[in-house]
Nanobody, 122 residues
């Protein structure tokens, strides 16, 4: 069982930065691939970024490439999403997810956090 808690969301102006964190409970965090997803009002949830259990492989949605960086610290049971050059269209609730294997990129993950709101003003 893994419990996930996101933090770091907030209100930022366009062009600004935020770093999201996702803290995981449980001693098996390092066994899971981790992903970040987002859902804007009236839209479906979409994949943002994912990282393998070791951190050796990372994947990004086209919308995130070059602006967002996913990383993890297995000693701290935490995964991060550094978001730079934010745009109003990045406004959404951001969720982290955990899964065994990179199926996390498809959203097929058994564990999800409650989400953290990111609002980017123009």
């Amino acid at each position: 069982q893994v419990q996930l808690v996101e933090s770091g969301g907030g209100l930022v102006q366009a062009g600004g930065s935020l770093r999201l964190s996702c803290a995981a409970s449980g001693r098996t965090f390092s066994s899971y691939a981790m992903g970040w997803f987002r859902q804007a009002p009236g839209k479906e949830r979409e994949f943002v970024a994912a990282i393998s259990w070791s951190g050796g492989s990372v994947y990004y949605a086209d919308s995130a490439k070059g602006r967002f960086t996913i990383s993890r610290d297995n000693a701290k049971n935490t995964v991060y999403l550094q978001m730079n050059s934010l745009k109003p269209e990045d406004t959404a609730v951001y969720y982290c997810a955990a899964a065994v294997g990179m199926s996390v990129t498809t959203g097929r993950a058994p564990y999800w956090g409650q989400g953290t709101q990111v609002t980017v003003s123009s």
